[in-house]
C-alpha cells in the first residue's frame, strides 16, 4: 500500500476500504466516535480475542503512525493469504496463536485538527483559535483540548500535580489530562477495545525519539524487559523510561496496571512532530521487522 496524502479521517476510511476489498481475510468494527463523531476504526486479522493490538495517532500531531500501522496490517494480510514469512516471521503460525488488532486513529479529531486547524472542526472554531492562537503545527489534543494520552487512570494524581507545576489548568493543544480520567470518548474507546477482545499485549505506537518504553509500576510482567529488548534489537531502537508528564496518564500505563500484561509504548522516528510523510517510508523498513517480532512474542 502506498500513500499518496496525509491520514485525514476521509482518507483514513478510504485507506481502511481498499485493505477490506484487497484482504478478504481482514474484518473491521468501529470501536466508537471521536467528540465530533468521527469513526474510531479498529482493523482485525485472526481471532482477535486475547489477540495483540496496534494502536496510533493518539496524538494529532503524530499522524504518520497511522500509516505505520496501515501499511504494516496490509502486507502481514498479503503474507497471511500467500502463506509466505512476514519479515522472517509464519503469519499462518503466528496468527493460528494469537490474532491481530490494528487502531490505525485513536485520535481522529485531533489529527484532523493539526492537518486542517479550524477547518477540520467549524462548530469549535472560534475554541480552536484560542486554544491554539493560530499554529496548529503541534496540536495533539482532542477538540476539546484534552490530552488523550494524559486521560487514563493511571497515576492520576501525580499527573496532575505535575500539570499544574507547568501552568496547565485547562484544554490546551498538549498535555491537558481532562477533568476527570475517561472523560473523553476517545480514551473510552480504547479501554472498551481492549476490556471487550480482552487484549493480552498494546504497542502504542507514538513519534518521536527511536525509544521504547515498557515499564508501569508493579504490576508490570517480568517478561516485558524481554519483549522489549527483542524489539529494540530489531529495529536499532533504544530501551528507555519516560519522563515528567509522560510518567503517568498513557493508554500502556492504564492497560498494564489493569490488566497486569505487557504494553509498550514505542516512539518512532526522529525529527519534529509531525513528522513529515517524505520520512515514512525509511521508517517504516527499520520498523517493520519489529512489529512482525511483536506477533510471536
Known sequence: MTFSEPPTAAAVEKYIREILRA??????????KSVLG???????????KGGTLFAGATHGSEWLTSLVLLRFFDELCSSFERGTRFYGIDPCRALSRRGVAVLPVLNPDGVEINLRGTK?????AERLQRLSGGNFARWNANACGVDINHNFEAGWDSLQE???????????????????????????????????MNVSRLYSLHSQGEEIYWYYGPHTPILSRD?????ASACGYSVASPTGMASH?????WFIESFGRPGFTI???????????????????????ALALALVM
Open 23 to 32: 484482504h478478504p481475510c481482514s474484518k473491521s468494527f468501529s470501536a466508537g
Open 38 to 48: 468521527r469513526k474510531i476504526s479498529v482493523l482485525t486479522l485472526g481471532e482477535a
Open 120 to 124: 477540520a472542526a467549524p462548530a469549535c
Open 162 to 196: 505535575m500539570e499544574h507545576a507547568a501552568g496547565i489548568y485547562g484544554p490546551a493543544p498538549r498535555q491537558y489530562g481532562g477533568p476527570r480520567p475517561f472523560s473523553e470518548p476517545e480514551t473510552r474507546a480504547a479501554c472498551g477495545i481492549c476490556s471487550t
Open 227 to 231: 519483549i522489549a529488548h527483542e524489539f
Open 249 to 253: 496518564g498513557g493508554f500502556k500505563d
Open 267 to 289: 516512539e518512532i522516528g526522529r525529527g519534529e512532530n509531525p513528522l513529515p510523510i517524505s520520512d515514512f517510508d525509511e521508517i517504516y523498513k527499520k520498523l517493520a521487522p
